[in-house]
C-alpha cells in the first residue's frame, strides 16, 4: 500500500476535482426537482465535444436514467436519421449547449430535453483530415512486427511500466497493481487490453492507434488517468483507429469514486461506445467520434478540445 501512495499521489490531486463534481451534482439534483427546468447558463462559445457518425444507427444515442454531462461548452452531435435515432430515458440530465440530432424522430421518457435540436444540420467530422495524416504516418511502422505477443506482465510486481510499441494478441493487467505507460504511440492488433478491477493505470503524453477491431476494456474498479501529448506530431490525439472498420463494441466500466480521466481526442467512428456504472469523467478537454453511445449512470465533466488544438507537424 506505501508504494501505491507513493507513486500514485497524482491521484490524489485529480481528486480536487470532486468538489467541483459535487457541486455539480447538488445543482443537477435541484433542476432535477424543478418542475419547468431549462439551464441559463450554457456558454456563448461551444464546440462540439460528441459526435456520432452512424448514419442510419436507430437509437444511436441512448442516455439512461442516472446520465449526467455537464458541459456548458460542449454540443452533441447525432448523424442518425433512423427512427428512433435517439433516447432520452428519465433522470438523464444533460447540461449541454446543444444536442443536435439530424434525425427528426427521437424519444424523451422523461419530458422535454433541454437545448435538444432534431432535424438539425450536424457538424462535417472536423477531424477527419488530420486524423488521416496520422494514419498515413502510423503505417510508416512495421505494424506486421509485433514488439510483444499476448504479453503478460510477471507476477509479483506491484507496478509495472509499459513501453510504447505494437502489442498483438492479449494483455490481462489484474487486480491491485499499478500501470504506468511510459510516452509514445502504443499500436494494438489482433486482440486487446484487459483492464481488470483493481488496477490503476496511468499514461501520460500517450496515443493508442487500434489497428483492427481489437479493444482495451476497462473493467469495473479501475482507476484510470489517460493524457495524450502536449506536443509533437500526435498532440492531442488519446485514440484513433484504422480507417473503414466494420462495427464493433467498446465498453468503459466505471470507478465511482476517483474520475476516469481521459484528456485528449478520442476517435473511435467504427465503435459502438458504452460508458457504465457510476463513470465520472473529468474534469478534462476531450472530444469524442464514435459509432453509437450508451451512457448508464455516468457523470461527464468536461470541457471541448479548442484550446489545446490539433496535432500539427514538426
Given amino acids: 500500500m506505501t508504494i501505491f501512495a507513493r507513486n500514485f499521489a497524482g491521484f490524489g490531486k485529480l481528486a480536487m476535482g470532486l468538489a467541483a463534481i459535487l457541486s455539480a451534482t447538488a ?6 426537482e424543478a418542475k419547468h427546468w431549462t439551464p441559463k447558463w450554457t456558454h456563448p462559445k461551444s464546440d462540439v465535444c460528441v459526435l456520432l457518425k452512424g448514419e442510419d444507427e436507430k437509437q444511436a444515442f441512448v442516455a439512461n436514467s442516472g446520465a449526467k ?3 456548458p461548452q460542449c454540443e452533441i452531435h447525432v448523424k442518425s436519421e433512423a427512427k428512433p435515432a435517439a433516447i432520452f430515458n428519465a433522470d438523464a440530465h444533460l447540461l449541454v449547449a446543444k444536442t443536435c440530432v439530424e434525425g427528426n424522430t427521437v424519444i424523451t421518457n422523461g419530458g422535454p430535453v433541454p437545448s435538444l435540436e432534431t432535424g438539425c444540420d450536424t457538424v462535417k467530422d472536423p477531424y477527419a483530415k ?3 495524416e496520422l494514419r498515413k504516418a502510423i503505417y510508416r511502422k512495421n505494424l506486421h512486427k509485433c514488439d510483444y505477443e499476448n504479453y503478460q506482465p510477471k507476477d509479483g510486481k506491484n507496478i509495472i511500466r509499459m513501453e510504447p510499441g505494437v ?3 492479449w494483455t490481462n493487467f489484474n487486480a491491485n497493481r499499478g500501470v504506468i505507460l511510459k510516452p509514445g504511440v502504443y499500436v494494438i492488433r489482433d486482440g486487446g487490453w484487459n483492464v481488470n478491477s483493481g488496477v490503476k493505470f496511468i499514461g501520460k503524453g500517450v496515443t493508442f492507434y487500434f489497428h483492427d477491431s481489437s479493444i482495451i476494456q476497462f473493467n469495473a474498479n479501475v482507476k484510470v488517468l489517460l493524457q495524450a501529448p502536449k506536443s509533437g506530431y500526435f498532440k492531442g490525439i488519446l485514440m484513433y483507429e484504422k480507417r473503414d472498420l466494420e462495427p464493433s463494441n467498446i465498453a468503459i466500466n466505471g ?11 478520442i476517435y473511435l467512428p467504427s465503435r459502438n461506445a458504452m460508458f457504465n456504472s457510476d463513470n465520472v469523467k473529468g474534469p478534462n478537454r476531450a472530444g469524442m467520434v464514435f459509432n453509437t453511445l450508451i451512457m448508464n449512470e455516468t457523470f461527464w465533466l468536461i470541457k471541448p478540445l479548442s484550446d489545446s488544438k490539433l496535432p500539427s507537424k514538426k
Fill in 27 to 32: 445543482l443537477l439534483s435541484s433542476a432535477a
Fill in 69 to 71: 454531462i455537464l458541459a
Fill in 130 to 132: 488530420k486524423i488521416w
Fill in 167 to 169: 502489442y498483438c494478441g
Fill in 255 to 265: 470507478d465511482g469514486v476517483l474520475p476516469t480521466i481521459l484528456e485528449g481526442l
